[in-house]
């Protein structure tokens, strides 16, 4: 049997790769003798040749894996896997080629479109699923998916607002839904739990908030070379643009809203209970608070909901919406 796996989504192809030998050793090898993974960018065509042929007649069924085969540089290994494969007639061994390749610009390759069209005269048994990226509405529903089979709900809302934080990273976005479910199960101790915008902002990477509270502080003080250099680090380290301009934003109004509190000459418990903030978020708010005038909160303020229309019309990326802002404060 022959599968192919690829496409750019190699998140997804990956668990799918990761599903298949599970269930081989599973239902077939579970002292997993007859499974092996062969790293096609560096293989030679021998290599492979013996790991696909046909077992003997009392082996054991094999599972034989070829991960980027298409990354291989020898100039006719791709035409001799080709034409083997075209002449092995058994089923009996599973053959899989997992790649990262996206399929465009591949039309004149054979060995890729042997792969990937089944053509009606196809007698061997053989499985193709290609894995493109996932727009935001399908990632929105990929995570619903993921949050429901462990027993959990999410609205679209709050799944919206991870795709917010963590663009396309599926990775990612899978690792702090584990931490995040991990963290709701162990609280509520029942099925059916809610995962909550707080929740996400609470669990996700613990120092996110504590990044924003120094980006602001940056800004207010005029220190271009601190705040970029601590927006580039949220931006490698995973979280959308989009993102960080809109917390900054949210930082900014909820600074704004504490500072007149306490203009206002409101205590700490007060403000938490009118404002309805946490206690540490209202703690750490107020010494920044003491950094920023009213009238300096308004103008930044004013100035984000400018540039966050210039993002979102496309004329400036993130990066240099926050450039403008720090020098027009």
């Known amino acids: 049997m022959l599968i192919f796996l690829y496409g750019e989504d190699s998140f997804r192809s990956r668990n799918k790769l990761n599903e298949l030998k599970e269930k081989f050793l599973r239902e077939i090898d579970p002292q997993g003798n007859s499974l092996s993974t062969i790293d096609g960018s560096m293989a030679n065509f021998s290599q492979i040749n013996e790991s696909i042929s046909p077992s003997s007649l009392f082996a054991s069924k094999r599972m034989v894996v070829i991960e980027n085969i298409f990354a291989n540089s020898k100039k006719t290994i791709l035409d001799e896997i080709l034409n083997y494969l075209k002449i092995l007639k058994s089923d009996e061994n599973i053959v899989i080629f997992w790649d990262e390749i996206s399929g465009e610009k591949m039309s004149k390759n054979k060995l890729f479109n042997f792969l990937s069209k089944k053509g009606e005269k196809e007698k061997r048994q053989k499985f193709v699923q290609k894995f493109s990226n996932l727009s935001n509405p399908q990632i929105v529903d990929w995570i619903k998916k993921q949050v429901e089979q462990e027993n959990v709900n999410i609205t679209n809302a709050v799944a919206a607002e991870m795709v917010a934080m963590f663009g396309a990273n599926l990775r990612q976005i899978s690792n702090e839904l584990k931490k995040i479910i991990n963290f709701k199960k162990g609280n509520s101790g029942e099925q059916g739990a809610a995962i909550q915008k707080e929740d996400i902002l609470l669990m996700s990477r613990g120092n996110f908030n504590e990044n924003i509270f120094a980006l602001t502080d940056a800004i207010s003080q005029k220190n271009k070379a601190l705040a970029l250099s601590l927006f580039e680090q949220e931006l490698e380290g995973g979280t ?65 909901v400018y540039i966050d229309q210039k993002i979102k019309t496309g004329k400036v990326d993130a990066k240099t919406g926050l450039e403008l802002l720090i020098v027009k404060i």
Do not use: C, W
């Open 240 to 304: 959308a643009d989009t993102y960080l301009v809109h917390m900054i934003t949210r930082q900014i109004k909820i600074l704004l809203q504490i500072k007149e509190a306490l203009e206002q000459g409101l205590t700490p418990r007060k403000i938490i209970n009118k404002l309805k903030f946490h206690p540490f978020v209202v703690q750490k708010t107020s010494v920044q608070a003491k950094n920023f005038t009213l009238a300096k909160l308004k103008n930044i303020l004013s100035l984000l």
